[in-house]
């Protein structure tokens, strides 16, 4: 299939390393994940028709990870690529999680395991290099030293161009401490972050945020429907009134099914009435006008749901609507 040249989904820097990204990502956590009847959620032909879903509407920055459906999301990802122009599509993928039972060694960010597992993804991918690698979580059995050495030296071997930092957590003081050390060194430091964020989840408000602003560092952060939250799905009164929770649903219904996180549902409702859009569709178009957001990374089961999601990068929200869903958390939130 050939490559269009038309960019519905347009271009922004990838913070200061020279690039450009889309400015909303496509994320293949789903692709080959096994749920817990034994299904697989998005086999390779849906993957195949989502991806070219994607390029077709002009995205280019593609976010995979070597443990997604145990290594299937970037075969999947490399047979697909194989009928196109590699040079046109940004690509992403994650190091960290142990890979083999019993084997301490096959997880974190140590130099045997970044070695071994940089190329294993690559032939994975059919491609000799990736855009960006980011290290899945942070490793603190590593020492930082050890891991930007080696990670500066797939940089140097032309194996990975750029650096990045997955995290669930705000670890801004152990990124800032890994860039100074790169820099005293002369190594390539970390230039983009990859944070949970969205207007439920507002963790990195305030330090995380401000750092990646003053160091220009992209933030391209994932979960921005709060694991479907934000879709519109859920109420006060039922609960889940479409597809079903996470597995894990008790921790999830205390993390989400909360009077404030309603209210922000609320607001949320409302400016999409205002602007004629899905709940979600607002969501993410509130992270595109966030100050300091690079680009959302999106996921999708359906092609119709991609297509949603993607149209959000059309949605122009006003300041005022943009300052009411940011108030909307309220308590530290409110006003950042």
Not at 286 to 309: C, F, M, S, Y
Not at 323 to 334: C, E, F, I, S
Request: proline share 3%; aromatic share 10%; glycine share 10%.
């Amino acid at each position: 299939m050939s490559d269009s040249d038309e960019t519905p989904v347009d271009f922004v820097r990838l913070g200061q390393t020279g690039i450009q990204t889309s400015e909303l990502q496509f994320g293949t956590w789903r692709f080959g994940k096994q749920t817990e009847s034994g299904d697989i959620e998005i086999g390779e032909d849906r993957a195949h028709d989502l991806l070219d879903a994607y390029a077709d509407a002009g995205g280019r920055y593609i976010d995979t990870a070597d443990v997604y459906g145990g290594g299937d999301s970037e075969e999947w990802i490399g047979d697909w690529l194989s009928n196109r122009d590699r040079e046109r599509y940004t690509i992403a993928s994650k190091i960290y999680w142990q890979i083999r039972d019993g084997d301490p060694n096959s997880r974190g960010t140590n130099r045997k395991t970044l070695r071994n597992r940089i190329d294993a993804l690559l032939d994975r991918l059919g491609t000799d290099y990736i855009d960006v690698l980011y290290i899945h979580r942070w490793d603190d059995e590593t020492p930082t030293r050890e891991m930007m050495k080696t990670l500066n030296g797939l940089v140097e071997d032309g194996k990975v161009h750029y650096l990045g930092a997955s995290t669930f957590r705000p670890n801004a003081w152990k990124v800032a401490k890994a860039n100074e050390l790169a820099r005293n060194e002369g190594w390539e430091p970390f230039t983009v972050l990859q944070p949970r964020y969205n207007l439920v989840d507002r963790e990195i408000e305030g330090d995380y945020l401000e750092f990646a602003r003053e160091e220009g560092l992209a933030v391209c952060p994932w979960s921005p429907l709060g694991q479907g939250f934000l879709t519109g799905k859920y109420d006060r009164e039922d609960g889940l009134t479409g597809e079903s929770k996470a597995s894990d649903s008790t921790r999830w219904e205390d993390n989400y099914l909360t009077e404030a996180n309603f209210d922000v549902h609320d607001e949320l409702d409302a400016v999409a009435d205002e602007v004629d859009a899905s709940p979600a569709q607002v969501a993410l178009a509130w992270l595109v006008h966030r100050d300091g957001v690079t680009a959302p990374i999106v996921g999708a089961r359906t092609v119709d749901q991609l297509e949603e999601n993607l149209a959000a990068a059309a949605i122009d929200l006003s300041d005022e609507q943009v300052d009411r869903l940011t108030d909307a958390k309220g308590g530290p939130y409110a006003g950042l």
